[in-house]
């Protein structure tokens, strides 16, 4: 039995060792092949073209090109010769715009785990500190914790839980307005603010020298300003912002430690208050009072709350406002639309109260109306950058890893391919089959930097379109010689596309509407 056992023994001590070379020849070939295969790939992708787009100079590459003003007619010129995709070279950094609705849908939607990054702004970044937000941070889990605290309380259905703040800042607001009507930008900055800082903070804004608001208006003119061009060749040069201030091209650091001290004071303020009132059990419903409620939180959470709570304001103050200039200066210019809209409305109410929300599905037109308003002046000609994490290969082109990538909301609006006549104001486009894309799609951002308060902002200014309608009739204004003031449509271009200031006049409906508009405001002031 013993020398049975020692022959199998041997026998495999044997095949193991005579099969050595072979397994280690199998390994080797294993290796090679992948390292083959993986050289293929690369050199097939680097022989892969890059997008269409200008020819770059030397260092600067197309910089000298872009507009420090208004950067979506430049590639709107740039998407004319060179279609849809246009890459450019800035100062050495890769970058790509996407001015149809489909390619960004693939890219910055489909493929967003490596299209949702941020690109390194040092100025308002890291020496200012947004990178800590939801706007400028990085993406990763800090990102995705703020927006789980988002989208458990104003996510989805759980807007609808604010509506009270909304109707109470838009009946303030149209009250001020039929008062003041030369005031219109103030008091949409007013009412967005109201509506924003309500939902954030619980704070509510009862005079138009808010310190809140004021505070918030200046941070994100603060934002605006490290953004521009002069910071832009910071954040090419990060040396810069490692040099003492007195030595020359670093004075910005002065105006850096500024914008860092408001920033700070402004989270922290409104965030410690609503702490405060927690403690004395006097804290009104809202988004930081709802999970600071729900237990202890350790220091990232209640960090990510703190920040996210103040995005809510910084992402939604100006867009709110600017979609409510376009609908009064539509409303001014077209009257039989204001008409219609008006005549819809007394259709459903009969005049004998406010429309709700609740009454949306019975006012197609004026919904209409609203979704025109979005495509026709987009809130955001350009989208704030992202970044690309990992070379990608699309539509037969070579994207680099790194590549700053812009999607184009004002090309997606005045594409021909998806809507007839794209400069015509025309709500009927939305009613008729088939019907033209919902400008929603894009006027919010794209997969995961889409806009978190996309329902309260779709709430607001539906509301805030519908009350007016209701109760208030707008007019061209007449000048001096007895002649109807024709508006024109023109924008200051920037982050956000500001309508210019227009004549018109505004005028309560009827004695009843301004009784129901005054005891709407009563009641939910209470």
Known sequence: MSSILAHN???EFDFSYTSFPLVSLSIAFGVWLVWKTWKLITISRASLPLPPGPVPLPIIGNLHQMSVTDQSSTFLQWQEIFGDLVYVNIFGTPTLILNSYEDAKELLGVRSQIYSDRPRLSVAGELVGWNRSLVLGKFGERHRTMRRLLARSI??????????????AICTFLLNLLEKPRDLKLLLSQLTGSVVLDVAYGHQVKSGHDQLIFWFRRIVQDFYDATAVGSIIVDMIPALTYLHSYIPFTSFKKTVATWRAHLTETIEHPFSRVKEQLR??????????????????DFETEDALKY???????????????ALSTFFFVVTKYPAIQQRAQQEIDNVTEGKRLPTSNDRERLPFVEAVMLEVLRWSPITPTSLPH?????DIYKGYRIPQGAVVYSHPWAMSRDKRSYTSPHEFRPDRFLET???PDPRLFAFGFGRRICPGKH?????????IALTLATCNVTKRVNEAGDLIEPIPQYTMGVVAHMAEFDF??????????QMLTAAHTQLGE
């Open 434 to 436: 088939p019907k033209e």
């Open 308 to 322: 996210s709570s103040f995005n809510l304001y910084a992402g939604g103050m100006e867009t709110l406002a600017v």
């Open 9 to 11: 023994l041997h026998l």
């Open 505 to 514: 006049e505004i005028t309560s409906r009827s004695d009843d509407a301004i």
């Open 280 to 297: 004395n059990g006097i804290a009104r419903t809202s988004y930081v009072a709802q999970h600071l409620s729900e237990g202890p939180l």
């Open 456 to 464: 309260i902002a779709d709430d607001t200014l539906f509301l805030a």
């Open 155 to 168: 996510g989805g259905k759980h807007a609808q839980s604010f509506r009270l703040h909304e109707e109470f």
């Open 387 to 391: 970044r690309l994490e990992v070379e």
